[in-house]
């Protein structure tokens, strides 16, 4: 304790930082509010730093203007900023879920410009949007139509709203699912002017329980949610697909699948087992399936609906479809990467999501020995070694899932793993890692064979001074 109040003592005054040369200029050129705002963040940095007791000494005044610079330089980057996803999860939410493929990155450059959105070359008329996706989604999916708006929140609200506003929708209990960021299922439904049934119970639900729920309420349509944040398990029973098609062709009620995560391959074309597909939840009599163009599907933030040709085209006339509509850059990357599902084998040579999830553990451990091997070559003062990992899918898709993997283990010398990934976090081209059982995993399954070399010396840089 008399150790960590003589570091806290030892940590320099602001105005005394503020006074060295590089922070004096600096503070000329950007202006001394940004100035001051950068070297506190440092100081409270390494007071944190201390309090944890990961920081044997407070560094010199010199590695502080240093610091503090890098700090200001960074706050003059974009707002978005490329980083290195090292964490193992291939669908992480928080840096952007799907990467996209190379031919979506040109489709996005191509489209950034002037391009035929809506405009027929062949007719000089007015065209359509939606034709740069539906017909490949009908030939992919095998559906009578096919609609794509922002997210697969969207499609959920617009497939409410156009068949059963006003009329009740009912749902499992157990299938009311929070989809993140506090965002319900029964929220959205409410918004779309349906009303909430509730249905069964929150571990068994059976198709008995939807036929009760039509006959004494007023039940415009069945929606069926895939629980793919959670599982449950033990004394549990839930109707599926085909037993509530069934029961909506009788009633001449749609039944509205979402699926959320958007498996497009047939499932045994995955490393994971037990996920539905939306080719699988057509052929079993879904009406309509909305799904995700971000997760599984591999592409950019997209909801986007399938099903029948009369259903979707209601949807397509309501006044919600043009507020909910997908921009032209999120349908050129779309469109490109659904192109890329004419063969799953192309699909999952070309879709980076595919490839991460799909990678073979030699070639993950091979790729894992690589980085070591550069970050020894380098000469970073930490050790390092390749470890085995367990990685989630991410995303809200396959829960509980886990995939074989490799990370590199990266333990600097002089302070610890929290430290250590807080300053790869702060390397030009950031490095996102995670952190198991106090030591940092460098997880290469989501990493680019290109991103190898710039993580190595973001790890030098970062086991220095």
Do not use: W
């Amino acid at each position: 304790m008399e150790d960590r109040t003589a570091l806290l003592r030892a940590i320099p005054q602001v105005d005394e930082l503020l006074r060295e040369p590089g922070l004096a200029r600096a503070a000329q050129q950007q202006g001394r509010a940004a100035a001051l705002g950068a070297v506190r963040a440092e100081l409270d940095a390494v007071r944190a730093s201390v309090l944890r007791g990961e920081c044997p000494a407070v560094p010199p005044p010199p590695l502080l203007c240093a610091a503090v610079l890098e700090r200001l330089r960074s706050a003059g980057f974009p707002r978005l900023r490329r980083l290195i996803n090292a964490t193992g999860v291939a669908l992480h939410t928080n840096v952007g879920r799907a990467p996209l493929s190379d031919a979506a990155r040109s489709a996005v450059g191509d489209a950034a410009g002037c391009c035929d959105l809506e405009y027929d070359l062949e007719t000089g008329e007015r065209g359509s949007r939606g034709a740069h996706v539906e017909p490949l989604l009908k030939d992919l999916c095998g559906c009578g139509d096919a609609l794509v708006v922002n997210n697969n929140a969207a499609a959920v609200l617009l497939a409410l709203a156009a068949l059963a506003r006003g009329r009740e929708v009912a749902v499992s209990r157990g299938e009311l699912v929070e989809i993140g960021d506090g965002f319900r299922i029964h929220d959205i439904l409410e918004q779309s002017g349906a009303r909430l049934r509730e249905v069964g119970s929150t571990n068994r639900t059976g198709p008995g329980d939807y036929e009760a729920a039509c006959v004494e309420g007023d039940v415009a349509a069945l929606l069926k949610v895939h629980t793919s944040n959670f599982r449950v398990v033990g004394f549990t029973a839930s109707a599926s697909v085909g037993e509530l098609a069934s029961l909506a062709k009788r009633r001449e009620i749609p039944l509205v699948v979402d699926l959320g995560s958007g498996a497009l391959l047939e499932a045994g074309e995955y490393p994971f087992p037990g996920e539905p597909t939306v080719p699988q939840a057509l052929r079993e009599g879904a009406d309509v399936v909305c799904f995700s163009g971000d997760k599984l599907l591999g592409g950019p933030q997209a909801g986007i609906l399938v099903g029948r040709a009369t259903l979707i085209e209601r949807m397509r006339r309501h006044p919600l479809a043009r507020a909910l509509r997908i921009d032209k850059l999120s349908l050129a990357a779309l469109a490109a990467t659904l192109e890329s599902y004419a063969d799953p084998a192309r699909a999952k040579r070309e879709i980076p999501a595919l490839r991460m999830l799909c990678a073979p553990p030699e070639t993950l451990r091979a790729r894992a020995e690589e980085l070591c091997g550069m970050i020894a070559r380098l000469g970073a003062d930490c050790a390092c070694e390749v470890v085995p990992t367990e990685r989630p899918v991410g995303g809200g898709c396959a829960p509980g899932q886990l995939l074989k993997g490799s990370a590199v283990a990266v333990t600097a010398r002089a302070f610890g793993a929290d430290a250590l990934a807080a300053r790869l976090r702060a390397a030009p081209v950031p490095v996102v890692a995670r952190i198991s059982e106090g030591r940092l995993l460098l997880d290469v399954s989501t990493m680019l064979p290109e991103e190898l070399a710039p993580a190595a010396e973001a790890v030098k840089a970062g086991c220095g001074p």
